[in-house]
């Protein structure tokens, strides 16, 4: 595994890691939200009862997914055999354990472990595999992060009308918009890098192409 496949892992587990710290500060410890209790907290709110602000839940999951996308690619050419994939496969459950409880939610935990099982076979199948990890990964990784700062900003004037008092934004909405930054410069990077190297072979081709005799 190269050192920006680690690097977007890393990224992806802070993104994750972010929902669980506070979004919303405050003095008072009750009136402190992490990035999980923001889609239950905004259920009870004026706005969201009446129907004014639509909530998506969903996009708190996005980190979550990309994390598990990144373990499912990230060295799949180089790490092939049963125990390695079992391995992630197994850290890929439990990653979307945490959107998709087992027990609240079995079909949508048990669609995405097939899901999951069905994206490692392929990857692991595929010649030209590692350019998901190097390229696709970074691009999700930057799509997923952005998502719940997205929704969090959405939510900001309905909070603040609540609280009657500006909102305090936690340092895990800061970490969280700050690893979709990172991820969006990584994927950048990885694309210009993908440019280089297939010009770079296209070039090297047509060194090699022996001279016409006729021309």
């Keep these: 595994m190269r050192w920006h496949e680690r690097l977007a892992m890393v990224i992806h587990a802070l993104a994750m890691a972010s929902l669980w710290l506070p979004w919303v500060d405050h003095k008072a410890a009750a009136l402190v939200l992490t990035g999980w209790d923001l889609p239950e907290f905004a259920r009870f709110m004026p706005e969201a009862r009446s129907g004014g602000l639509v909530i998506h ?44 409880p ?21 990857t692991s199948l595929c010649v030209r595999a590692r350019h998901a990890a190097i390229l696709v990964a970074p691009a999700l990784g930057a799509l997923a992060s952005t998502f719940p700062p997205w929704q969090f900003r959405r939510l900001l004037p309905a909070l603040q009308q609540l609280y009657n008092a500006p909102i305090t934004i936690g340092f895990g909405a800061w ?38 005799p006729h021309s």
């Design 57 to 100: 839940a969903q996009a708190f999951w996005g980190p979550s997914l990309a994390f598990a996308f990144c373990v499912l690619t990230g060295g799949s050419t180089s790490r092939l055999g049963l125990k390695p994939a079992l391995a992630r496969l197994a850290v890929a459950a439990a990653v979307l354990a945490v959107p998709f």
């Design 175 to 212: 970490l969280c918009a700050g690893c979709a930054l990172t991820s969006l410069a990584l994927a950048i990077r990885s694309l210009f890098q993908e440019v280089q190297a297939a010009f770079r072979g296209a070039s090297e081709a047509r060194s090699r192409r022996p001279a016409n």
């Design 102 to 122: 087992p027990i609240d939610q079995a079909l949508a935990y048990a669609a995405c472990l097939a899901a999951s099982a069905a994206l490692l076979t392929t």
